[in-house]
C-alpha cells in the first residue's frame, strides 16, 4: 500500500467500487481493466477494489495504484474461490465498512464444443466460472451492498448469446459459454427480483476489441465467428466508457432486472 494512504471519516463522499478486473483465463487487458482506469479518471471520489486471478503479475493494476495512490488496491480474485471471495469481503469491511458497485467482469470461454460433442468437465468448468463465480462474489458482497445508500450489482454477460437471438441461431460452436451466460442472465435477474433494496441487471458489452474476441476468431472451428467481427469494435478502453455511464445512471425502476446494453438500450430478447 503506497505511503500516505487514506480514507474518508465519512463514508458518503466516496464511490466504492468492485471490479474483477481480468479475464479468468489469461490476464490481458480487457473490459475490467478498462472500467478500473476510467472509474478512476472519471470519479475523483472513487476507490477500487481490483479484483485479479493473480495480483501480483497485475502489472497494469499496479501501474494504476501508482497513478492513483491511495484509491486503489488489488486484491487476488479468482471466480468461483468461496474462501477468497470471504477474504476480499473482510477486506474492504475493514477499510470502508461497505461498497457500492460491484461488477462482475471475470468470465471463460475455452471450449468450442457443440451440444453433441462438448465434454462435460468443460461445460461443468464454465459453468463455475461464468455462473457460480458472479453469485459467490455476490454473496461476498451481499451484507457490504446493503450498507451502500446506492447499493448496485452488475454482471457482465453477451449479446452473442441469447436464447432468442445472436449466435444461438448460427453455426458457431460455443455451447459452454453460451449456455453459462444464460444462466448468468436469470441468475442476476433473479437477484434483482428477491432484493428490492438493489439495482441488479446483467449487461452486454456488444463487440469490444480485446485479445478474447482475437482468440475465439481464431479458435472457432466453424470459421464463422470472425465474419461477424467487423473491424470496428471499439477497444476496452472507448466500451468502458459508456458502460460505467449506464451504470452509473442505472436506477432500479429504470434498469433493475432488465438486460442492458452498452448504449443503454434494454435488449430486445434475453
Avoid at 480474485?77 to 470471504?86: I, K, L, N
Avoid at 446483467?202 to 463487440?207: D, E, T, V, Y
Amino acid at each position: 500500500m503506497p505511503a500516505g494512504f487514506s480514507f474518508p471519516t465519512s463514508d458518503s463522499d466516496q464511490r466504492l467500487y468492485k471490479c474483477l478486473s481480468h479475464n479468468w483465463y489469461k490476464p490481458s487487458p480487457g473490459i475490467g481493466l478498462g472500467l478500473v482506469i476510467h472509474a478512476l479518471e472519471k470519479h475523483k471520489d472513487a476507490f477500487v477494489y481490483a479484483g485479479a486471478r493473480d495480483s501480483e503479475k497485475a502489472t497494469a493494476l499496479h501501474e494504476l495504484k501508482d497513478k492513483y495512490p491511495g484509491r486503489i488496491v488489488i486484491v487476488k480474485c479468482v471466480s468461483g474461490d468461496v474462501e477468497g471471495h470471504a477474504l476480499v469481503a473482510k477486506e474492504i469491511k475493514e477499510r470502508h465498512g461497505k461498497v457500492d458497485t460491484v461488477i462482475a467482469n471475470a468470465a471463460l470461454w475455452s471450449s468450442f464444443g457443440t451440444v453433441s460433442g462438448v465434454f462435460i468437465d468443460d461445460l461443468e468448468e464454465h459453468f463455475h466460472v461464468n455462473v457460480s463465480g458472479p453469485i459467490i462474489l455476490f454473496q461476498a458482497m451481499y451484507d457490504l451492498l446493503k450498507k451502500s445508500a446506492n447499493p448496485r450489482f452488475v454482471s457482465m454477460s453477451s449479446i452473442g448469446r441469447c436464447v432468442g437471438i445472436g449466435l444461438v441461431s448460427t453455426q458457431v460452436p460455443g455451447i459452454c459459454y453460451g449456455a453459462t451466460k444464460a444462466v448468468l442472465n436469470g441468475a442476476t435477474r433473479k437477484i434483482h427480483f428477491e432484493n428490492d433494496w438493489l439495482v441488479a441487471f446483467p449487461m452486454s458489452p456488444g463487440g469490444v476489441s480485446t485479445t478474447a474476441l482475437d482468440d475465439t476468431c481464431v479458435n472457432d472451428p466453424s470459421g464463422l465467428f470472425k465474419t461477424l467481427v467487423t473491424g470496428t469494435e471499439p477497444t476496452a478502453a472507448e466500451a468502458a466508457i459508456p458502460i460505467l455511464k449506464v451504470i452509473d445512471e442505472s436506477t432500479r425502476e429504470k434498469n433493475g432486472g432488465e438486460f442492458m446494453h452498452i448504449d443503454g438500450t434494454k435488449m430486445p430478447s434475453w
